[in-house]
């Protein structure tokens, strides 16, 4: 079990708001992503964001673009688990594939605030805070898979690497 401080954050948060638009195409590394990471609705977010801390949201979290930016900032500035009423659909698979927890909890931000203290069980399952215990909805075997791996490109590199390794079998299967 570990301790996680929260930034909590309201409804239908978009993608453009956590990582603004203007600089997809200008900003490369991890350290200037990372930077602007919620700026436009939290310019305190970056300066002092911790490693391990987490995004507690409302409804409908990272909706609008496909833009990536949106969780490899988050991811790059320190945040492993996102916990959300709800995600926008290809924010949330994003997540997965750059391998930041993404949590469906309905109730959870309607009841803490940016800078408490809840406590996270990944093996059990299960999110504390305010006196209450809340379940990680599991993800499907192919979803953990990816995460388990740190991400989806990860993943790929280290089946690749044993495809390699054990002479272009796939699997203990010859093609």
Known sequence: MTQHRCWVYGDNVNTDVIFPGRYTYTLHTPGEIAAHAL??????????????????????????????QAVTALKYAGVEIIIAASFGRIYFR????HGLLPVECPELHTLVQTGDVICIDREA???????????????????????????????LQQHFEQVRVNGGSHNGHSR
């Open 39 to 68: 700026e436009d609705l939290d310019p305190a977010f970056a300066a002092n964001v911790q490693p391990g801390d987490v995004i507690v949201a409302g409804h409908n979290w990272g909706c609008g673009s496909s833009r990536e």
């Open 125 to 155: 399952g299960i999110i504390t805070g305010c006196n209450q215990a809340f379940g990680i909805p599991p993800l499907s075997p192919s979803a953990q898979r990816i995460l388990d791996a740190g991400g989806l490109l990860p993943m």
């Open 94 to 97: 994003n997540c997965i594939n």
